[in-house]
């Protein structure tokens, strides 16, 4: 475990460096640029001309910022659902098959639920990502984000994590500390499978088959794709054109209101099954038509959301923080 630490350490002092260095090469760039902007009043009218063209692109994109409110769609980051690829199916981490579960495969996301049987509350939710083809695990230990190797054989159920990295945050002292995280992931030797009410639990056992660390597995694959919106609230939704694209892996939303189409990102969060967000959202700016209330219900109900749940491949309802439905999605084919 010491070895473990020095390692934490030592990418903890090369991530300061790095923000340090970050830091400064953005404070030189700025003098640069101030200096700069200096000289160029002194410049000969040669220069002044490459001024003058670099002023000329500027109030270009002034103009195409400003030509938002005009009607007009002149955002080139907005892609139409029907435009956007088709998530593929073949992504590494997602949901369990039958299949695998039996063969005892160690992947995606797990929130670290207890640690030596208390609770695991930190600073922030504590989880690990497992990715087989890197053979690396990612994650956050309450405080600090983790990574490290691992290697595990479902033959014997063996598993074990080793050149475990961290970065170096002050943690603070209540609840499941940091260290704590890391010492049951150094003591793992074996690990086993429950399942209750549809969901996974991973166990981490240490080489006295005690029970260092529980994990439960959160799964958002099924929001994956394309969805027409059925309903937004109780109110059914008529509107083919009302949609909504979520793409787990990339952790982004895009679609269409019915009158605008909306750019976002979605946050998973690991306290709860299936416990969801989304944020940053922006739509174009086309007039609606006055007594068309669906765009603002729509991004609304998307605010308020917080959690997913799967009623059948081709339906997810979801719900905000009160229990609430917010939002009824059926699969687009």
């Not at 170096?168 to 030797?189: F, H, P, V």
Request: hydrophobic fraction near 30%; include cysteine.
């Amino acid at each position: 475990m010491a070895a473990g630490v020095a390692i934490m350490m030592s990418l903890g002092s090369c991530n300061v460096v790095e923000k340090v260095s970050s830091s400064t090469s953005s404070l030189f760039k700025s003098k640069t640029s101030s200096n700069k902007n200096e000289q160029s009043k002194t410049e000969t009218k040669k220069d002044s001309k490459r001024d003058n063209k670099k002023d000329v692109k500027k109030d270009n994109s002034k103009k195409e910022s400003s030509s938002k409110g005009s009607g007009k769609d002149v955002s080139q980051d907005v892609v139409l659902p029907h435009d956007r690829e088709r998530i593929s199916d073949h992504k590494e981490l997602r949901t369990y098959t039958s299949e695998e579960i039996a063969k005892g495969v160690v992947k995606g996301d797990w929130a670290i639920e207890q640690v030596n049987g208390r609770n695991a509350v930190g600073e922030k939710a504590p989880f690990l990502k497992f990715s087989p083809s890197e053979k690396r695990f990612y994650g956050n230990n309450g405080c600090n984000s983790i990574t490290g190797t691992y290697t595990y054989n479902p033959a014997d159920s063996t598993l074990r994590f080793e050149n475990l990295a961290a970065t170096m945050m002050l943690c603070s002292k209540e609840g499941i500390t940091d260290y704590e995280i890391n010492a049951a992931l150094d003591a793992t030797r074996r690990y086993t499978w429950t399942e209750k009410d549809g969901d996974y639990y991973l166990h981490l056992l240490d080489d006295a088959n005690r029970e260092v660390m529980t994990l439960m597995h959160q799964n958002f694959d099924f929001l994956n794709g394309a969805w027409g919106v059925a309903m937004i609230g109780k109110r059914e939704i008529d509107n083919p054109d009302v949609q909504l694209v979520i793409d787990v892996d990339e952790n982004k939303i895009h679609g269409n209101t019915g009158c605008n189409i909306l750019n976002g990102a979605m946050e998973t969060d690991m306290d709860a099954a299936n416990s969801i967000s989304f944020n940053s959202i922006v739509t174009t700016r086309m007039a609606c038509p006055p007594d068309d209330n669906t765009e603002t219900e729509f991004i609304v109900a998307l605010e308020e959301a917080s959690r997913a749940k799967p009623v059948s491949a081709t339906e997810v309802l979801l719900f905000d923080s009160m229990g609430n439905q917010v939002l009824k999605l059926v699969r687009q084919p």
